[in-house]
């Protein structure tokens, strides 16, 4: 299914439809979907990746935002009784619903970058039914995502402890703004990140969250001044990490570690 040449991307969708068919190939080679699986494509647009992924015959779901593409992938891919077109917002999709109890999802997609994270922290918030997730996102984001504790450096925030503290991410390959339509601004990766355990019992996932969004959104000052704004009251002694520190120089396992120990310790 090609763009149509009167079609108008919406800017408010942040849209830049793939259009090279070798990149999506590549994708959906490494991707490697098998008959048994169960995919969640984010945001199908005109079926790139949809045309590679729904042959196989997998449990296919194609979660679309735009209601001008829903008709039009309904009827590319009606004869397909294994695959579902539903127009909705990925952010709000019940992804447990979809599931089946002996198989977790599977999510790929080409993203809209001005929404990245919150589409990342949307499938991390349901991580326990998901598999693994593979997904187009702006080369800079694909590096934080990845960055490491030992760096130190910048890179390593949010996205990072987030991603790693529930998953194993890697960046599969890099693609220059000339295989999308409209171009973007910015080169591209594909990310893949493969569900896992973490690396330590966490008592409160939503609470470790919370708290890994309030010390990153203050990397500047120490854990003692982020933390003590976060809670609203004073930090008791006796914590696992030393309060002086600044949150990109703690590993994803030293975080958890505090983020227990302020769980036993915050009422």
């Not at 959906?28 to 969640?40: R, S």
């Not at 984001?141 to 790693?164: F, H, M, P, W």
């Not at 080169?187 to 008592?203: G, I, K």
Request: aromatic share 8%; net charge positive.
């Amino acid at each position: 299914m090609n763009i149509p040449p009167q079609f108008s991307p919406k800017k408010s969708l942040g849209q830049n439809f793939l259009i090279d068919a070798n990149i999506a190939r590549k994708m959906v080679q490494l991707i490697a979907p098998q008959p048994e699986d169960t995919i969640v494509e984010i945001g199908p647009g005109f079926g790139v990746l949809t045309k590679y992924l729904i042959p196989i015959g997998c449990r296919y779901f194609g979660i679309e935002i735009d209601e001008r593409l829903v008709p039009l992938l309904q009827k590319e891919y009606a004869a397909y009784p294994r695959a579902e077109i539903l127009h909705q917002d990925f952010r709000k999709a019940d992804l447990a619903a979809l599931a089946a109890p002996e198989n977790k999802l599977r999510l790929v997609g080409n993203i809209p970058y001005h929404i990245t994270s919150s589409i990342v922290f949307a499938a991390f918030a349901q991580h326990r039914v998901l598999r693994d997730m593979t997904l187009t996102v702006q080369k800079e984001v694909a590096e934080r995502i990845v960055a490491a504790a030992e760096t130190g450096g910048k890179d390593y925030g949010i996205l990072s402890v987030i991603s790693q503290t529930f998953a194993q991410t890697e960046i599969l390959f890099t693609m220059s703004p000339h295989v999308f339509r409209p171009k973007p601004e910015v080169d591209s990766a594909v990310v893949r990140w493969t569900f896992q355990p973490p690396p330590e019992n966490l008592l409160d996932e939503a609470f470790y969250v919370r708290m890994v969004k309030a010390v990153f959104g203050q990397r500047r000052k120490t854990l003692r001044r982020s933390l003590a704004s976060f809670l609203q009251k004073e930090l008791s002694p006796g914590l696992p990490v030393d309060l002086q520190r600044r949150p990109e120089t703690l590993s994803i396992r030293e975080l958890i570690q505090l983020a227990n120990a302020l769980i036993l310790t915050k009422d």
